[in-house]
């Protein structure tokens, strides 16, 4: 009975991490990762592998939430497949060195980075600072650079890489949205990459709870996937409804309380 009430507030998570993904463009990933240290905290999960089992879990969710992002992009012609192609030879590179840099931090210490970059993402949400377009799309060893940087950041802290992704592709004069369309596309080899990289660094460690494979916990996995895709449709329907940038400044504010309960801590 315990199971199904820890399975239930995986699927409200998997309904506001999808909603709130539709809302605001951004991955689930930047409110499933806190949620679940907490969440595994309440289950009494050791703080040495909490921080690493929710970031190892926000990104297999993503292996599955993206690849109906990528559909709906993908059908608008919004994915631009030459930046996506040699961007995920370095994604994919960066993505596993993330998944090893994160494995050699203590919990406490990966909660700690984690909790400092939510609150610079809350920061930028609430300041509006987006660079301006400012320069031409370089050739595949910059955007293989580029993507290797941005998979190396979003497989330590469980995110798609959006909130990396868009503003670059912006600053390198690709229109709106055809970044988001194409940062969509980049989330699925970071997700995959990410994932198997916590599979494999976190495999046969003593303190994880039961369903979990390395540091990826199968309940959760299941529990996020069955609703997010749902409400990531509804949080974009809401989105044409509701004045977006008050929704953005509460949500950064929020962004902002559960950073600092990191740093707090």
């Known amino acids: 009975m315990a199971l199904f009430y820890v399975f239930a507030s995986y699927l409200a998570l998997g309904a506001l991490a999808g909603t709130l993904a539709g809302l605001f463009g951004i991955g689930g990933g930047l409110v499933i990762v806190p949620v679940l240290i907490f969440s595994f905290g309440l ?24 690849l109906s992002s990528i559909r709906s992009h993908n059908q608008r012609g919004a994915v631009r497949w030459e930046i996506f192609r040699p961007m995920a030879v370095g994604i994919v590179i960066g993505a596993v060195l993330g998944a090893w840099s994160a ?30 377009p400012g320069r031409d799309i370089p050739g595949h060893p910059g955007l293989a650079a580029s993507g290797g940087v941005v998979g190396w950041v979003s497989a330590i802290f469980g995110i798609g890489g959006g909130t990396l992704t868009v503003p670059y592709l912006s600053w390198c004069n690709v229109r709106m949205q055809q970044a988001v369309g194409t940062s969509a596309a980049c989330g699925l080899p970071i997700a995959v990459a990410g994932a198997l990289g916590n599979v494999w660094t976190g ?4 303190s994880l709870p039961e369903y979990s494979l390395g540091f990826v916990y199968l309940p959760a996995l299941f529990g996020i996937v069955l609703t997010s895709v749902f409400f990531a449709r509804f949080g974009a329907a809401l989105a044409h409804r509701l004045d977006g940038a008050v929704l953005k400044r509460i949500f950064a504010v929020v962004l902002l309380v559960l950073g600092l309960r990191f740093l707090l801590s």
């Open 203 to 206: 495999w046969g460690q003593p």
């Open 103 to 132: 494995s050699l931090l203590s919990g406490q210490a990966l909660e700690l980075v984690i909790g400092v970059f939510v609150i610079a993402v809350a920061i930028k949400m609430l300041i509006g600072a987006n660079p301006k």
């Open 43 to 66: 289950q009494g999960v050791s703080s040495e592998v909490a921080a690493h089992l929710a970031v190892g879990t926000s990104l297999a969710t993503i292996v599955f939430t993206s």
